[in-house]
T-cell receptor, first 109, second 116 residues
C-alpha cells in the first residue's frame, strides 16, 4: 500500500518562528494526502488536505502543497504560536491508512 | 453530531482477561480503522474494514480480532490480554469515494487500556 516518511523530530521552536515538517510519500498513482494534528490527551483531527497533485491545502495558517515531482507534502507555517504545540501526522488516503511516525512540536514563548 | 464514538474511555485488565472495545460511527462511512498508540509513539494500524463483512489485517494484528457486521459498528476484541497491549486505542472512519479520492478520517477520543 501507500506509505509516508515523515521527519520525526521532536521540534522545538520559539514563538513566531517558521515551521517546516517534511513528509514524502511512496504511492501507486496519486492518492489524497492529509496532515492531522493531535493535541495532548485527544484523538487526531484533520489539519489540512490535498486531493490531487499540485493542490495546496491550508488551514489555521498552515499550508502544504502536493508536489508530485518530489513526491512531497511538507507542512509549513510562517509564524508558530504556543498553541500550535502538538503532534503532527502525515498520511496518505489509501485503503489501509498508515500514518507517519508523527512529529512532536513544542513552541516556547 | 456524534461522529465516532468509542467506549470505554478507560479500562484496566488483568493478564489473560478478555474485552471488547466498542466503536460506532453515524456518518455512513464505508471505511473504518483501529489503531494503537504507545506512549510517545505514532499510530500503528491494527485492522481495517472497507465495508460491512470485510476486514483486513494492518501492521500489528496479533492478539486482536475484529468484525464488521454493520456499517456503523467496528468492535475490536482482545482475547488474552498481555502487558504489551497496554496502549491507547483509536478508532477512525472515512469515506472512500473510489479512484484515489478518500475523505479525511474522523477519530474517536480513544480508549486508554492498561494490562496488569
Amino acid at each position: 500500500g501507500d506509505s509516508v516518511t515523515q521527519m520525526e523530530g521532536p521540534v522545538t521552536l520559539s514563538e513566531e518562528a517558521f515551521l517546516t515538517i517534511n513528509c514524502t510519500y511512496t504511492a501507486t498513482g496519486y492518492p489524497s494526502l492529509f496532515w492531522y494534528v493531535q493535541y495532548p490527551g485527544e484523538g487526531l483531527q484533520l489539519l489540512l488536505k490535498a486531493t490531487k497533485a499540485d493542490d495546496k491545502g491550508s488551514n489555521k495558517g498552515f499550508e502544504a502543497t502536493y508536489r508530485k515531482e518530489t513526491t512531497s507534502f511538507h507542512l509549513e507555517k510562517g509564524s508558530v504560536q504556543v498553541s500550535d504545540s502538538a503532534v503532527y501526522f502525515c498520511a496518505p488516503g489509501d485503503n489501509d491508512m498508515r500514518f507517519g511516525a508523527g512529529t512532536r512540536l513544542t513552541v516556547k514563548p | 453530531n456524534a461522529g465516532v464514538t468509542q467506549t470505554p474511555k478507560f479500562r484496566i485488565l488483568k493478564i489473560g482477561q478478555s474485552m471488547t472495545l466498542q466503536c460506532t460511527q453515524d456518518m455512513n462511512h464505508n471505511y473504518m480503522y483501529w489503531y494503537r498508540q504507545d506512549p510517545g509513539m505514532g499510530l500503528k494500524l491494527i485492522y481495517y474494514s472497507v465495508g460491512a463483512g470485510i476486514t483486513d489485517k494492518g501492521e500489528v494484528p496479533n492478539g486482536y480480532n475484529v468484525s464488521r457486521s454493520t456499517t456503523e459498528d467496528f468492535p475490536l476484541r482482545l482475547e488474552l490480554a498481555a502487558p504489551s497491549q497496554t496502549s491507547v486505542y483509536f478508532c477512525a472512519s472515512s469515506y472512500f469515494k473510489g479512484g484515489r479520492v478518500n475523505t479525511e478520517a474522523f477519530f474517536g477520543q480513544g480508549t486508554r487500556l492498561t494490562v496488569v
